[in-house]
């Protein structure tokens, strides 16, 4: 909480952070909310107050969520704003499952027949492919051409399944099964 004001009482520090803590609850990856109260003066018009929020989220591709708020008193300022960020941090997050969605139905359409089985547990879900033979060239071009990092695929070459991915380098790794 950030006073530049020093005229915000400790009760509305103290709301103010229970009703943030909604934000953790409703949305995890919430990682750091900074709060910011200011007074605004302008010429021939009242004093109202300004309340800047930023919430921040873990991750890099998750943005920062930012809003700012004025009115007349600080709590109706400090409502105001946990209201639009209260919304602001929902649309986020369901911008996010949307996202994962889209990847998986994109990594789908991009791996040979995939046939997806949702298991009884919500964190585990199972994939089958159905694989038909490639060279190791084949997958490369495969894998340029998908948006996820690894490819699965069956080798023409020795009959069994293989996965490549492109390293930081930007080389290829094709990973060869081999049962002891």
Do not use: W
Request: hydrophobic fraction near 40%; charge should be negative; glycine fraction near 6%.
């Amino acid at each position: 909480m950030h006073d530049r004001t020093e005229r915000v009482p400790g009760r509305l520090v103290d709301y103010a952070e229970q009703r943030l803590l909604r934000l953790g609850r409703h949305f995890d990856r919430v990682q750091e909310v900074e709060v910011e109260f200011e007074d605004e003066v302008h010429r021939g018009s009242k004093m109202s107050f300004v309340v800047r929020i930023t919430a921040r989220a873990d991750g890099h591709r998750h943005p920062v969520a930012h809003v700012t708020e004025k009115a007349a008193e600080p709590r109706t300022a400090l409502d105001l704003a946990l209201d639009k960020m209260d919304r602001q941090v929902g649309k986020l997050k369901e911008k996010i499952k949307i996202e994962r969605k889209r990847a998986s139905l994109a990594a789908a359409a991009g791996n040979n027949d995939l046939e997806a089985e949702t298991a009884p547990a919500a964190d585990l879900e199972r994939v089958r492919l159905k694989l038909h033979p490639q060279t190791v060239e084949d997958a490369a071009e495969a894998l340029a051409a998908s948006r996820n990092p690894c490819y699965v695929f069956l080798d023409e070459g020795t009959g069994s399944v293989s996965v490549c991915f492109r390293r930081a380098d930007g080389g290829l790794t094709v990973i060869e099964p081999v049962v002891p």
